[in-house]
């Protein structure tokens, strides 16, 4: 006496979706058992056709009228008829985790320049409908695994993600410095649109959300660059010292120069700047006020020795001199 062919799939992994049983040598007799949380689902020729819930069936062409009207079972035989069994996970699968897997480039209106971004976080789903679920997503395959349908999966979400957090970038609707802030509507936004795929294969999305949305680390870096420059030429532009970047040159310029000293006294750092003209305008306004203080001095001078010769000369007299003198003295 034959031995009674039993087929069930006792899974090891609630977060299976779809496994398939190893034969595709199915007997008319033989025990079915689908367990509470599993369907299973007859397949030929990428045809997805009769269905079982939870039970314990024994397959009887009563049982399954769509692979017997496709392949016209014989009646009481022992036979084997050619069919695939997919057994399909119909429990809610919470805490799956996504990431992408490279940073998605964006242009970022608010800083005015090209960023990347990397994301992260957790999702669930459920099969809602087997049919249309086996049909789209395993169909004539004759093989899809775990990994092969949670990839897909994740390729549906990164692809949401990535549509909807370009648009909130480039639209300026927020930056990627304040992302973090963004992360609650984000996450219900993109949800929307990941829903609206998944139902297309028969999936019902539980919960879906962003838990991190980052910037690499060297590209944040010169990010910080660029905003300690600005800082640097809105200061600078305060005293009057021409465009952003000319006043961000200067400084740079007179800094290195401080540092050096084989580059001499203050006086001919500033000179180097006066030298350099309109390219450096900090120099050479800072250039500008010393030389005029110079040349004060220098007219200053002169009139004092000039006054002094008039008194020797007796041209004028003491008092005169003195009174003279102290005020030149004193616009010095």
Excluded: C, H
């Excluded at 599993?38 to 397959?59: H, N, S």
């Excluded at 062409?61 to 079972?73: A, F, H, Q, S």
């Excluded at 959300?209 to 905003?227: A, C, G, H, M, Y």
């Amino acid at each position: 006496m034959a031995l009674i062919q039993v087929i069930k799939y006792e899974a090891e992994d609630d977060n299976i979706f779809v496994w398939k049983y190893p034969s595709d040598q199915i007997r008319l007799g033989a025990q079915l058992i689908v367990n509470e949380g599993q369907k299973a689902i007859f397949v030929k020729g990428g045809q997805a056709l009769d269905i079982f819930e939870p039970g314990t069936f024994t397959l009887t062409t009563g049982n399954i009228p769509l692979i017997d009207k496709l392949i016209n079972l014989p009646f009481g035989g022992d036979t084997p008829f050619a069919a695939e069994i997919w057994y399909i996970n119909t429990t809610v699968k919470r805490d799956l985790t996504w990431g992408t897997p490279s940073p998605i480039p964006l242009m970022d209106s608010n800083l005015g320049f090209p960023v990347s971004a990397r994301s992260f976080g957790k999702w669930g789903a459920r099969i809602i409908d087997v049919r249309s679920f086996v049909t789209q997503i395993v169909g004539s395959q004759s093989f899809a695994d775990a990994t092969k349908i949670n990839d897909y999966f994740i390729g549906e979400i990164i692809q949401s993600l990535t549509s909807n957090l370009s648009s909130a970038i480039t639209s300026g609707q927020t930056s990627i410095l304040q992302i973090s802030s963004f992360l609650t509507p984000l996450s219900k936004s993109s949800a929307d649109l990941i829903k609206i795929e998944f139902d297309k294969f028969g999936v019902e999305l539980v919960n879906f959300n962003i838990e991190s949305i980052n910037i690499p680390t060297d590209e944040l870096k010169r990010i910080q660059d660029v905003f300690a420059k600005t800082l640097e030429a809105k200061e600078l532009s305060k005293v009057n010292v021409g465009a952003g970047f000319s006043a961000i040159k200067s400084f740079e310029v007179l800094n290195n120069a401080a540092e050096n000293p084989s580059e001499g006294s203050i006086g001919g750092m500033l000179g180097a700047g006066i030298g350099l003209g309109a390219g450096f305008p900090l120099g050479q306004q800072m250039g500008q006020n010393l030389t005029t203080s110079q040349n004060a001095e220098e007219s200053s001078t002169d009139k004092l020795r000039e006054l002094k010769k008039m008194l020797d000369e007796n041209l004028i007299s003491e008092e005169q001199y003195n009174l003279k003198r102290d005020k030149i003295i004193e616009e010095m």
